[in-house]
């Protein structure tokens, strides 16, 4: 190396990264608002018919903030 020539590097990939992290992390904990609703008000379970019931949303709101 010579002295006085600056290394850059790229930081796409960590940006990118970045923001997958916190597009996971809003998506996680809105459906972890959502499933707390469900357990204070029990007839919301009803919202999206069957897909949207307290049981199938948990294991998203999990793996959303756990690995977002």
């Known amino acids: 190396m010579h002295p006085g020539n600056v290394l850059n590097y790229d930081y796409t990939v ?3 990264f970045m923001f997958a992290t ?3 992390g809003i ?7 959502l499933i707390a609703f ?3 008000y029990p007839n919301l379970n009803y919202l999206a018919g069957e897909y949207a019931t307290f ?3 948990r294991p998203l709101h999990t ?3 756990i690995f977002g």
Not at 27 to 33: H, K, L, Q, S, W
């Open 14 to 16: 960590a940006r990118y």
């Open 55 to 57: 049981s199938r949303l």
């Open 38 to 40: 469900q357990m204070a």
């Open 27 to 33: 998506v996680g904990m809105a459906i972890g608002t």
């Open 22 to 24: 916190i597009l996971f």
């Open 63 to 65: 793996s959303g903030v």
